[in-house]
């Protein structure tokens, strides 16, 4: 159906149309009323079709179409753009944040606290205007899973999913025994207890310096020298039977056990304790160099023990040093305790379990550009609220209780965007697509313009077409990866670019956009063939392997044998089983004719019987044979049986 608008090349919208959009571009609410985005985009969709001459009713894309049609044909002859941002087709309106109801007071101590917050937060607004950030950290906390949404204005970030029998391992220090040493592969094997041993490199059992995302701190100490070891000395150093204590910075993945370390982290709010190395370092994520001295004078001045080091996380950078002194004095204690636990407890016995990821959250997320935690569960918003209270009294207005039935990734736009973490295929904004293939060796991605198409004919033009969606590639693939919690081999595959400029821009938009990861990370510059290799901390399963198991159809391939192709098989099958026939028993015409049944799958046996029939009926001349066909559904696809029709014995089987 089409729609004809009303009005002339100069027709204006109406006023209803725009104070619908005006609504959503402008949040105008009070605490009684409840923004409803949905609610009002229908509303903004209904008041553009009826300005545009269109049935209020109509349906979204038509109406869309036709007035995006509307608006060119217009453009064309006024000789004017349209100047309205656009995205994929769609208008993109001012970001407006869900809103909460404000939970009544319980006491009036409370309430007193509340309006002292609320008057302390305008003061400081009015000497220091607040810039929001539009951040948010959204905890959907159920019996069986436990998920946790990092979102900014509203678009997805980060994604973790924690299941009720996941084992917390990354992260987790065990006391181990040395099984058995490996000069070839150069790594130990370890048993932690569980079914497969650790594997433990040389590399990871001597003392490792910090790498270059640290700013090392010279703390104005001797160091005592150690005899220094090699991968030689390991065997001696370490022989089988050998108890120690590691952490584990992989989970097992497949066929593979978890990955160990004897270098072990202790991470807290502010600062990671290096309990077994003297170095210490601040985030080089810091960008600012006044904080990063500022923070390395802290460290100089903490009263960090002999043999220890620590390293400022950057969730420290603007704390005071009393917040990093409490901080250390909660790390000195926690390790204290593992170290006692190591001394009585036996090999293979966790001596130190990870958080669970409500406490991770509020360890690794609560940075000062959070505005607000919301919990959709009471009990986890109590939890949330204590373990906030013992590190940031100031950050405790941050979280809210999500009160509504409806679920909070649906209101707040998650689950949605969600669906492209499992997709193969991933729109870009300009019409160009993502194409994500995770294969045993390598993952794959492959950037197309799709429908994206430049304007005009010069190569001027389509080069900056094809910069324009690289880069747009480049930053959703950073975003996927975290999403997708993809790890190891990646080979992206951008679009040609002649320009070396425009290579060098795509790569350092890759490279910005793998700032805001917590995975390390390893890129390298775009190659003459338009490929981009990069390499990604993996610490455990991607989101498709745990969600997904292998199909029991194709077990994994992806792709099943075409009915064609089982056409083939069958035929040869067939011809193989009359000429054996034919070697063991001289035919004679006045011998009764033999008989043969094929039982395969429904889907293949449309072929058989349609396309194919000449071939068998030729056949069943040629060896003077009766064939005849039989579906069943209890089948496999990929699989056949050849009976005799008279004796009804089995004489093939073709199994997948």
């Known amino acids: 159906m089409s729609f004809k608008p009303s009005g002339g090349k100069n027709r204006r919208p109406d006023r209803t149309s725009l104070k619908a959009r005006a609504n959503i571009e402008t949040i105008q609410t009070t605490q009684d009323e409840i923004y409803d985005t949905r609610q ?83 003061v400081k607004g009015v000497f220091r205007p607040i810039k929001h950030t539009h951040k948010e950290v959204l905890i959907n906390a159920e019996s069986l899973e436990t998920r946790v949404a990092v979102t900014v204005k509203g678009q997805l970030e980060n994604l973790i999913i924690e299941r009720v029998d996941d084992l917390r391992m990354v992260g987790s220090i065990y006391k181990g025994k040395i099984r058995n040493l490996e000069d070839g592969l150069k790594a130990a094997f370890v048993d932690i207890g569980f079914e497969k041993n650790a594997f433990l490199h040389y590399w990871d059992i001597i003392p490792s310096p910090l790498d270059s995302s640290y700013d090392v701190v010279d703390r104005g100490r ?5 005899p220094r070891i090699t991968n030689k000395d390991i065997p001696k150093k370490y022989p089988t039977g050998t108890e120690l204590t590691v952490q584990v910075t992989k989970g097992p993945i497949g066929t593979k056990g978890p990955r160990v370390t004897t270098n072990v982290l202790l991470p807290g709010r502010y600062l990671v304790l290096l309990p077994n190395s003297e170095q210490s370092g601040v985030s080089r994520k810091i960008e600012n160099r006044e904080e990063r001295t500022r923070l390395k004078r802290i460290v100089q001045e903490l009263n960090i023990p002999d043999g220890m080091g620590v390293i400022i996380r950057t969730a420290g950078q603007g704390q005071r ?17 593992v170290t006692d636990r190591v001394k009585t407890q036996k090999a293979g016995t966790c001596v130190f379990e990870e958080p669970d990821l409500i406490e991770r959250t509020v360890r690794d997320f609560l940075t000062e550009d959070v505005e607000r935690i919301v919990v959709d569960n009471t009990a986890e918003t109590e939890r949330v609220t204590k373990l906030i209270g013992r590190i940031s009294k100031r950050s405790l207005e941050k979280v809210q209780r999500y009160p509504y039935s409806e679920p909070i990734f649906d209101r707040f736009g998650v689950t949605r965007q969600l669906e492209t973490a499992y997709t193969r295929k991933v729109m870009l904004p300009s019409g160009g697509y993502i194409i994500i293939d995770e294969t045993e060796a390598l993952v794959a991605i492959d950037v197309n313009t799709g429908s994206h198409r430049h304007k005009g004919s010069n190569k001027k033009e389509k080069d900056k077409t094809l910069l324009q969606v690289n880069l747009e590639a480049a930053e959703e693939v950073c975003r996927q990866l975290r999403l997708r919690n993809i790890g190891g081999l990646i080979v992206l595959d951008f679009i040609d670019m002649k320009s070396s400029r425009d290579r060098r821009d795509v790569f350092n938009r890759v490279r910005d956009g793998l700032r805001k990861d917590k995975a390390k990370s390893h890129v390298l510059p775009i190659s003459d063939l338009g490929l981009m290799e990069m390499t990604r901390q993996r610490q455990s399963e991607s989101v498709r392997d745990s969600a997904y198991g292998d199909c029991e159809h194709c077990r994994g391939r992806g792709k099943l044998k075409s009915p064609l192709t089982m056409s083939v098989e069958i035929q040869r099958k067939l011809s193989e089983i009359i000429k054996k026939r034919d070697k063991l028993k001289q035919r004679r015409e006045e011998e009764a004719d033999f ?26 001349k040629r060896y003077l044979v009766k064939i005849s066909f039989r579906g069943e559904l209890e089948l496999h696809p990929e699989e056949f049986e050849v009976f005799d029709a008279i004796t009804n014995k089995r004489l093939a089987q073709v199994e997948r």
């Open 40 to 122: 009002h985009r229908s509303e903004i969709v209904r008041a553009e079709n009826k300005a545009h001459g269109l049935p209020p009713d109509a349906d979204l894309e038509s109406a869309k179409a036709q007035r995006q049609l509307t608006n060119e044909s217009s453009d064309g002859e006024n000789g004017t753009q349209d100047e309205s941002p656009r995205q994929g087709g769609q208008y993109q309106a001012e970001f407006a944040p869900v809103e909460l109801p404000e939970e009544p007071a319980g006491s009036i101590k409370e309430k007193v606290q509340r309006g002292a917050q609320k008057f302390v937060s305008k």
């Open 595 to 620: 008989k043969l049944r094929v039982n395969v799958h429904s889907g293949v046996l449309d072929r058989l019987r349609n396309e194919d029939e000449d071939i068998f009926i030729d056949m069943e």
């Open 222 to 226: 001797r160091k005592k020298e150690k």
């Open 321 to 337: 040093k009393g917040y990093f002194i409490r901080d250390l004095a909660i790390l000195l204690q926690t390790w204290e305790g």
